[in-house]
T-cell receptor, first 116, second 118 residues
Framework: DGGITQSPKYLFRKEGQNVTLSCEQNLNHDAMYWYRQDPGQGLRLIYYSQIVNDFQKGDIAEGYSVSREKKESFPLTVTSAQKNPTAFYLC???????????????FGPGTRLTVL | AQTVTQSQPEMSVQEAETVTLSCTYDTSESDYYLFWYKQPPSRQMILVIRQEAYKQQNATENRFSVNFQKAAKSFSLKISDSQLGDAAMYFCAYRSANYGGSQGNLIFGKGTKLSVKP
């Protein structure tokens, strides 16, 4: 089955610790995205990547880091610099058209991160 | 910068009836895409319907249809014959069609929680 997987589903961390959220896709999509969802806030873009070994900051990148060493993988690290990391994190991907634009985004099932 | 506004934090509908969710957006661009996503209690985001701004015809997907008013920058979602499985958060989203570094990125509204009464 083609799709996007995120692991783990639930994650707990202590204050001051870095933690990495996994996102893998087997859709052969070029672009991948990380969103944060808080109650009443909708989804906000953290980072995105349109090609391997390249990524761009979104609206709320502070305290987060990413890598894109493989087309299929786009892990997100929540660092100790992120002051309020407890949230639901969603990964998405989209394919590029022959004309160079992007198709709609498909989402993974998400990871719920709780800081204790 | 583009913004998306959903003015109804919560809505309720009786099973088998019709409900309309509102969405307005602000942009200076002429070419863009609009989407409605559904997020059920499982929290999986599911694409419901998509509208290209250059198309005058409103998009339809089975029981879901939109009313796209480009001049008014309005993009409402109508759900007909509501079913219990339609209960979810619904998010309106905007995406630029212009080429550039951020093309492909979605801008979301804050969502509308839809309840369906049996």
């Amino acid at each position: 089955d083609g799709g996007i997987t995120q692991s783990p589903k639930y994650l707990f961390r202590k204050e001051g610790q870095n933690v990495t959220l996994s996102c893998e896709q087997n859709l052969n999509h070029d672009a991948m995205y990380w969103y944060r969802q808080d109650p009443g806030q909708g989804l906000r873009l953290i980072y995105y990547s349109q090609i391997v070994n390249d990524f761009q900051k979104g609206d709320i990148a502070e305290g987060y880091s990413v890598s894109r060493e493989k087309k299929e993988s786009f892990p997100l690290t929540v660092t100790s610099a992120q002051k309020n990391p407890t949230a639901f994190y969603l990964c998405a991907s989209s394919s590029r058209t022959s004309g160079g634009t992007y198709n709609e985004q498909f989402f993974g099932p998400g990871t719920r991160l709780t800081v204790l | 910068a583009q913004t998306v506004t959903q003015s109804q934090p919560e809505m309720s509908v009786q099973e088998a009836e019709t409900v309309t969710l509102s969405c307005t957006y602000d942009t200076s661009e002429s070419d863009y895409y609009l989407f409605w996503y559904k997020q059920p209690p499982s929290r999986q985001m599911i694409l419901v319907i998509r509208q290209e701004a250059y198309k005058q015809q409103n998009a339809t997907e089975n029981r879901f249809s939109v009313n796209f008013q480009k001049a008014a920058k309005s993009f409402s979602l109508k759900i007909s014959d509501s079913q219990l499985g339609d209960a979810a958060m619904y998010f309106c989203a905007y995406r630029s069609a212009n080429y550039g570094g951020s093309q492909g990125n979605l801008i979301f509204g804050k969502g509308t929680k839809l309840s369906v009464k049996p």
